[in-house]
T-cell receptor, first 114, second 110 residues
Framework: GAGVSQSPRYKVAKRGQDVALRCDPI?????LFWYQQALGQGPEFLTY????????KSGLPSDRFFAERPEGSVSTLKIQRTQQEDSAVYLC????????????FGPGTRLTVT | RKEVEQDPGPFNVPEGATVAFNCTYS??????FFWYRQDCRKEPKLLMS???SGNEDGRFTAQLNRASQYISLLIRDSKLSDSATYLC???????????FGTGTSLTVIP
C-alpha cells in the first residue's frame, strides 16, 4: 500500500523567503509527527498531531515555524522568513493505533536556504 | 544533556564480524525503545523494537538495561547490506515524543 509521501522532495529558498512543506500520511493513521534532521544528526522532534489537534509543538525552534493538519490527514509545515540554520531534511512520520508505536517515515524534504 | 546518546562511530568491520552498538538514555520514565536503520539520504526505517526481556530477530539482538538506562544492538555475521546508520530511539511515557540518538555509522567491508 501507499506509504507516507512528502513534497517537494527538494526545496531551495533564498534567505527570508517563506516555504511550505507537505506531508501525506498513510491513510487512516491518526498520529502525525514532524522532525528536523540536520546533517550528521538524528531526527529532532518538532511537533505532533493527533487527528487535526496539534497536541505537542514543543520542538518547534521558533515562532517562524508553524504546522497544521486542518482535516486530520494532510499536514503542512510552514517556515516563515527562512534562515540558513533552517537548512535540513524535514521528515514526516505517521503512526497507526493499537499500541504499536512504530512510526512510518516519508522520504523527507531537503531544504537548502541560500 | 541530550535525551539519547550514541557513539557516532564510524564502525568499519569485515564481512562476517560481530558488532555491537550501545545507546544511553537520560529519562528513567522512558517506556518504549527502538532501533531504526537509516540508509544514506533515505528515511529511517524500523529495524526492531527493544523489549525488557531482550529480543532477537535473525542476526540482530536487542537488549535493554533499565537499571543502567542503556540499550544495545548486536549484529552477528555482518553482511555488506548491513552498512547504514543505526539510530537508537526512546519514547516517553506520553507516547508522543520520540527522541533519536545521533546515529552510529556502520560500514561492512568485503
Amino acid at each position: 500500500g501507499a506509504g507516507v509521501s512528502q513534497s517537494p522532495r527538494y526545496k531551495v529558498a533564498k534567505r527570508g523567503q517563506d516555504v511550505a512543506l507537505r506531508c501525506d500520511p498513510i491513510s487512516g493513521h491518526v498520529s502525525l509527527f514532524w522532525y528536523q534532521q540536520a546533517l550528521g544528526q538524528g531526527p529532532e522532534f518538532l511537533t505532533y498531531f493527533q487527528n487535526e489537534a496539534q497536541l505537542d509543538k514543543s520542538g518547534l525552534p521558533s515562532d517562524r515555524f508553524f504546522a497544521e493538519r486542518p482535516e486530520g490527514s494532510v499536514s503542512t509545515l510552514k517556515i516563515q522568513r527562512t534562515q540558513q540554520e533552517d537548512s535540513a531534511v524535514y521528515l514526516c512520520a505517521s503512526r497507526g493505533t493499537g499500541g504499536n508505536y512504530e512510526q512510518y517515515f516519508g522520504p523527507g524534504t531537503r531544504l537548502t536556504v541560500t | 544533556r541530550k535525551e539519547v546518546e550514541q557513539d557516532p562511530g564510524p564502525f568499519n568491520v569485515p564481512e562476517g564480524a560481530t558488532v555491537a552498538f550501545n545507546c544511553t538514555y537520560s529519562n528513567s520514565a522512558s517506556q518504549s525503545f527502538f532501533w531504526y536503520r537509516q540508509d544514506c539520504r533515505k528515511e529511517p526505517k524500523l529495524l526492531m523494537s527493544v523489549y525488557s526481556s531482550g529480543n532477537e530477530d535473525g542476526r540482530f539482538t536487542a537488549q535493554l538495561n533499565r537499571a543502567s538506562q542503556y540499550i544495545s544492538l548486536l549484529i552477528r555475521d555482518s553482511k555488506l547490506s548491513d552498512s547504514a546508520t543505526y539510530l537508537c530511539v526512546v519514547n516517553t511515557l506520553t507516547g508522543n515524543q520520540f527522541y533519536f540518538g545521533t546515529g552510529t555509522s556502520l560500514t561492512v567491508i568485503p
